[in-house]
Each structure stands twice: as structure tokens, then as C-alpha cells.
């Protein structure tokens, strides 16, 4: 996975972590990943089977002032199939956590992409 930047390999966790890959979820990292030039054998992996652990991406995740912009392409995949999952709920409030941001605060960027 080490051709994937830590951000890249966030969004991989994050499609996975229900276990399942929807669709619609598939189609948006298949285009984040092809934007940010990664192979097509290595996006088909990624598309197949989770290649990452959320959990071990976050720890070596560092944003700095990009964090808002992390928060709103993980909710914009996660909400792409129209539903949010418990297990993809709790990546949410870790991914909060490990950013400092405020429940309020996520809040705020997910009413930004419904507008």
C-alpha cells in the first residue's frame, strides 16, 4: 500500500469499513484514486478486498489544516450509497477525534454538502 498517500489509504479504510463496498461508494474512489495518478492494478486492489486497517492509517495520519477537507471526502463517500452504517458512524467520530473536531463541528461540514 505504500504507493498510496496516508490520505488515499484513509479513503480505502473508510469505503471497507462496513465490510462491504457499494456501488456507489466504489465509483467515488475509483475517481479519487485515479485523480491522484495510482495504478489501475493497484486501484482494482484496492477495490476488491480492504488492503488497510483504519486504525493503523489514523495513527500515521497528519493533516494539519487540510482536516476539513479530510472530514469532507470521507463523508462524501461514506454518504454516496445513501446510507450511513453504524461501523462507518464510529470512523467518522474517530476520524473527528483524531482531528479534534467537535461533533458540532462535523455536523456543520456534513450540512455543507447537502447545500
Same mark, same amino acid.
Given at each position: 500500500? *505504500? /504507493?498510496?498517500?496516508?490520505?488515499?489509504? =484513509? &479513503? !480505502?479504510? @473508510?469505503?471497507? @469499513?462496513? #465490510? /462491504?463496498?457499494?456501488?456507489?461508494?466504489?465509483?467515488? &474512489?475509483?475517481?479519487?484514486?485515479? /485523480?491522484?495518478?495510482?495504478?489501475?492494478?493497484?486501484? +482494482?486492489?484496492?477495490? $476488491?478486498?480492504? $488492503?488497510?486497517?483504519?486504525?493503523? !492509517?489514523?495513527?500515521?495520519? *497528519?493533516?494539519?489544516?487540510? #482536516?476539513?477537507? !479530510?472530514?469532507?471526502?470521507?463523508? &462524501?463517500? =461514506?454518504?454516496?450509497?445513501?446510507?450511513? %452504517?453504524?461501523? +462507518?458512524?464510529?470512523?467518522? $467520530?474517530? =476520524?473527528?477525534?483524531? =482531528?479534534?473536531?467537535?461533533?458540532?463541528?462535523?455536523?456543520?461540514?456534513?450540512? +455543507? &454538502?447537502? %447545500?
Amino acid at each position: 500500500m *505504500s /504507493n498510496l498517500s496516508p490520505i488515499q489509504e =484513509l &479513503l !480505502v479504510a @473508510a469505503a471497507w @469499513a462496513d #465490510g /462491504n463496498l457499494a456501488d456507489k461508494e466504489a465509483l467515488f &474512489l475509483r475517481r479519487v484514486l485515479a /485523480n491522484g495518478c495510482v495504478s489501475v492494478s493497484q486501484i +482494482e486492489a484496492c477495490l $476488491t478486498a480492504p $488492503t488497510v486497517e483504519f486504525g493503523d !492509517v489514523l495513527s500515521r495520519l *497528519s493533516v494539519g489544516s487540510a #482536516g476539513e477537507e !479530510v472530514m469532507r471526502e470521507v463523508l &462524501l463517500m =461514506l454518504q454516496s450509497d445513501g446510507a450511513l %452504517h453504524s461501523k +462507518e458512524q464510529d470512523l467518522i $467520530t474517530r =476520524l473527528a477525534q483524531h =482531528l479534534k473536531f467537535s461533533q458540532e463541528k462535523v455536523e456543520e461540514i456534513r450540512r +455543507e &454538502l447537502v %447545500h
